[in-house]
């Protein structure tokens, strides 16, 4: 469902040099796979993860999403991505429940859909007690889940996670991630980004991890973690230092 | 998933449920609500009654601090008592006294000698030696000489004057009236007329009022473009800047529909309020005058028909929707490059005088509603606005006023049509612009880095960003508008300060400050990779360069005709001085290849350069060429011209953009500026007098279709000849 081959990513730094954001990554995501985006501050996660969302443009290489590419069919991608990142919020001055309806609206799902779908979508994200509430008043964990729904509400089969839970505490966290690993039983495809490994360690059919714009490991928890102690964040700081990963 | 797929449709079911939410979220923001709807219903009746009372205080102020006229005089003679009594007769008359009458008057009757000591103290203001037997001049036939004599040291005003001839004629009419008894004839035998005016403070009032109709309402429709403009402002701040302060401008953008679909939904929502702004204050205008109407003298609005006026009313308002719509576009267009809510009313702060000095340079005296004025952004929209009233007043007034021909209906419609045009075509590009800043990379996702540079000189970069570019416009427009002033007289040393001063040295500075790839930005290539293609390129050039200088002259006779503005004219004048005085090579140079020169660096490099970028698509580059075309005919000043240069801009452009080089430009413009000088160079001393003498030809047909014969042959010469590399490819 998500396909990514030799996907660079350059820009001009405010001092005039070219950074290569994201150099030359390759990988791929398989319907009903979550997989796990590690690396540090600059490593070119949320480039990527950008560029899946069709909000950045790649300078070479492609990415497609549900079978549509980026650039050729960006429209055709959006409609089939839920995309949430740690800076994306929701209007201060409106309730859940008209965010998720408006949304329903500008993606072009019929009327009679959205109200179903919004009950539906209160219940996943336990959204009950706030669906009328101004989403000024509500806590940052609320906000989150909000801000999950609207990118669920025209039910999209891929979700690009840009470190959803960063503005959670431990349960909303804790939450978050056992529904997206209801999401995940359901077939929805998912990347995933964080720095807090251990919420996800567990949870992920696969990792990638990335430093320097580049792929350093790639694999399942158990292949990364093979023969060396400290579990999977030994083996995240042993691809980020450039050592052999399995 | 969706249930809709691609398609108009689907297009304006995203656009208006983005309209919806973010008027949902206005409509939430109590104080922009206020601010944007309710202030402008308290402005007017506050303006209205402080003004009325500011008159009405003002009024009471100078009538009570005006001096009363009063007048002393000293009468010496013989018959100083007896004409002082006729004066007393004169002045307690109850059938009037003469115009200039004293309010206070004061006689003396003294001595010869004590008389000028009197008046050279100020004791008296005029001394009247009276002759012996005035009185019984007076009283049979003759006339009496009277010679007022005045102070040195005192000198009367004029109003002293003015009340001495009063007093003596009102005396002389005494004494006429004498005569006639004596004579046994009627006293009404020398007074055939007699003028007596009913209601004069009243007719007085109608006629004040119905003149500064017009200057008043001119300056209602400048606060009420205003006004209406601010009503985008609050809007078009949270619904760009204010999202991405939020943070959900990203959740809109990876939304299944173009950046140019969110950025209209954005804007439909912006136009709501603008309108409902409109409305509000077009309500409270109405609804102040009808009571101000009730506080003027009970006939001071007779002659203005209801109907016409409300005509013009409506005229106004459906004029007004264009300026509505342009205000919101260029609010979006604005705060689409700010980051936060805090940065957009900055970058706000200037477009609020630009407004305003459009707004007001339309209430100008010699603006008005023909030729290009109504296709100018709010210039245009209060200029026919301003044109209705005045055909309004014009129709029911009984009197023409030759000196200030109203303009027709005929022209206010098509100022009127001309105008929504115009307005509808702005703000489809000011939406372009608005879809193309809010998807830049830079901009989206601008860290605060960029923010906190201020006054440190930037890197060195291949480029200048779009906003350099326009502030090297923007630097030239101003710079070029002091030059005006500070320039010599002598048009060859103006010429060069103007291209110096206004061109160069803002350039200059900026791109020195900017360190640009100087290669890059000012487009330093061969057209070709051959010297033949080049050769050819040129040749090309050089032949568009003449046929846009006459199909452009052709179009502008055509429209024009003999109507030129004194302006334009009198620059016609002196460029034909110039050409005619001096070699022709000097001619050239100032007027062929300075400006070609300069002025291409400035527009089709620095400018265009920075606004297409380094491989622009095809919608950035199309926008692109057409802001710096519009930048361009702007530093043309005379707007006759602009029409024209706006033409050859956009051609100008282009050719750059497709040839990656700025060579083409520099012929094209040099060709283009030699054509006139060339033909007055080669024209007879007639034929130049007939054009001086406001009379000029209509060009043959034949003369246009060579010079369309030169643009398609230069067109097909540079296509051939240039190295034609597609849009979106970058330098090899």
């Known amino acids: 469902m998500i396909e990514v081959l030799d996907l660079v990513k350059e820009y001009r730094a405010s001092d005039g040099t070219v950074v290569r954001a994201v150099s030359g990554i390759s990988f791929r995501v398989d319907r009903g796979e979550m997989v796990g985006l590690l690396g540090g501050n600059g490593a070119g996660k949320t480039t990527t993860m950008r560029i899946l969302a069709t909000l950045l443009k790649p300078t070479s290489g492609s990415a497609r999403v549900a079978g549509h590419d980026v650039l050729a069919d960006p429209l055709g991608v959006r409609r089939h991505l839920g995309y949430v990142s740690a800076t994306t919020g929701v209007p201060d001055r409106l309730t859940p429940r008209e965010v998720l309806q408006s949304f329903g609206r500008i993606h072009g799902m019929d009327v009679g859909r959205i109200a179903p779908r919004v009950e539906e979508l209160s219940k996943i994200l336990d959204l009950g007690n706030i669906l009328d509430r101004p989403c000024g008043r509500l806590s940052s964990g609320q906000r989150q889940r909000v801000s999950l729904a609207r990118a669920l509400v025209h039910d999209p089969p891929v979700l690009v996670l840009d470190e959803p839970t960063s503005t959670l505490d431990v349960l909303g966290a804790r939450d978050l991630l056992d529904l997206l690993g209801d999401l995940r039983a359901e077939a929805h495809t998912i990347l995933i980004s964080t720095h807090r490994l251990h919420e996800i360690e567990h949870r992920c059919d696969r990792f990638l991890v990335i430093a320097d714009g580049r792929i350093r490991a790639e694999g399942t928890r158990e292949a990364l973690t093979a023969g060396r102690p400290g579990g999977l964040e030994a083996a995240f700081f042993s691809a980020i230092a450039g050592e052999a990963v399995p | ?732």
Request: aromatic share 6%; hydrophobic share 55%.
């Open chain 2, 1 to 732: 998933m969706n249930d809709s797929g691609t398609g108009i449709a689907s297009r304006w079911r995203a656009r208006t449920a983005i309209a919806r939410r973010d008027l949902l979220e206005f409509v939430r923001d109590r104080r922009a609500v206020f601010i944007t709807l309710v202030m402008p219903m308290a402005m007017y009746p506050l303006l209205a009654m402080s003004s009325t009372l500011g008159v009405r205080t003002a009024l009471n102020e100078i009538d009570r601090n005006r001096p009363a006229s009063r007048l002393t005089l000293a009468l010496s003679g013989p018959d100083a008592e007896a004409f002082a009594g006729l004066v007393a007769v004169a002045r307690d008359r109850t059938d009037g006294r003469p115009l200039g009458w004293p309010e206070s008057l004061t006689i003396y009757a003294v001595e010869e000698d004590d008389a000028k000591p009197l008046v050279d103290a100020g004791d008296a203001d005029a001394w009247i030696p009276l002759a012996p037997g005035t009185i019984k001049t007076l009283s049979s036939e003759g006339t009496v000489t009277l010679k007022p004599r005045f102070s040195s040291v005192h000198p009367p005003g004029r109003s002293v004057r003015e009340h001495i001839t009063a007093v003596l004629r009102g005396v002389a009419d005494l004494a006429r009236r004498t005569r006639l008894r004596q004579a046994g004839l009627p006293a009404d035998l020398l007074e055939p007329i007699r003028i007596e005016f009913t209601a004069a403070a009243s007719a007085s009032h109608a006629s004040g009022i119905r003149d500064v109709l017009p200057t008043a309402a001119s300056a209602v429709f400048v606060l009420l473009a205003l006004l209406t403009a601010t009503g985008a402002f609050y809007p078009a701040i949270d619904a760009i800047a204010g999202e991405k302060e939020r943070g959900t401008i990203e959740t809109l953008l990876i939304a299944p529909c173009a950046p140019v679909d969110v950025v209209a939904g954005k804007f439909i929502a912006v136009f709501v309020v603008t309108l409902v702004t409109l409305l509000a204050n077009a309500v409270s205008i109405a609804l102040t005058a009808t009571v101000l109407v009730r506080l003027l003298p009970a006939d001071a609005l007779s002659g203005l028909p209801p109907m016409a006026t409300l005509s013009a009313g409506g005229i106004a308002l459906v004029v007004y929707v264009g300026l509505a719509a342009v205000a919101a576009a260029l609010c979006l267009t604005v705060t689409a490059a700010a980051k936060s809510a805090k940065e957009a009313q900055n970058t706000l702060t200037p477009v609020v005088m630009l407004i305003a000095a459009l707004a007001g340079s339309a209430i100008l005296p010699g603006a008005d509603t023909g030729r290009w004025v109504p296709a100018l952004p709010f210039a245009g929209h209060v200029a026919v606005a301003r044109a209705a009233l005045s055909a309004s007043i014009a129709g029911a007034s009984a009197v023409p006023r030759p000196a200030e021909p109203a303009p027709s209906a005929a022209d206010v419609a098509l100022g009127l049509g001309i105008s929504l045009i115009s307005s509808a075509a702005v703000t489809w590009l000011l939406l372009q612009l608005t879809a193309t800043l809010l998807t830049d990379e830079d901009i989206l996702f601008r860290g605060p880095d960029a923010a906190s540079r201020g006054f440190t000189r930037p890197p060195v970069r291949p480029r200048p960003s779009p906003g350099e570019s326009l502030t090297a416009a923007v630097a030239g427009l101003a710079a070029l508008w002091y030059t005006q002033g500070l320039a010599p007289d002598d048009i060859v040393s103006g010429l060069v300060a103007q291209q110096a001063l206004a061109v160069l040295l803002p350039l200059a500075v900026l791109a020195w400050w900017q360190r640009v790839d100087a290669r890059g930005t000012f487009a330093v290539n061969w057209p070709s990779r051959s010297a033949l293609g080049t050769g050819a390129v040129c040749i090309g050039a050089a032949l568009i360069g003449v046929g846009l200088f006459v199909t452009g002259a052709a179009v502008a006779l055509a429209t024009w005709g003999q109507s030129a503005s004194p302006e334009l004219r009198d620059l016609a004048e002196r460029l034909i001085s110039l050409v005619r005085s001096g070699p022709a090579w000097r001619a050239l140079l100032l007027l062929a290849v300075m400006p070609a020169v300069c002025e291409e660096i400035l527009f089709r490099g620095w400018v265009l350069a920075g606004l297409a970028g380094p491989a622009p698509s095809l919608r950035r580059a199309l926008v692109a060429v057409i802001v710096q075309a519009a930048l361009f005919a702007a530093f043309h000043l005379l707007p006759e011209r602009m029409p024209q240069t706006f033409a050859v801009g956009i051609v100008l452009g282009w050719l750059t953009l497709r040839t990656r080089s700025l060579l083409p430009a520099i012929v094209v413009h040099a060709a283009h500026n030699a054509t006139p000088a060339l033909l007055v160079i080669a024209a007879s001393d007639a034929d130049l007098g007939a054009i001086q003498a406001g009379r000029p030809h209509q060009l043959p047909a034949w003369a246009i279709a060579v010079s369309v014969g030169f643009l398609l042959g230069g067109a097909w010469l540079v296509a051939i000849g240039g190295r034609r590399r597609p849009l979106g490819t970058t330098s090899a």
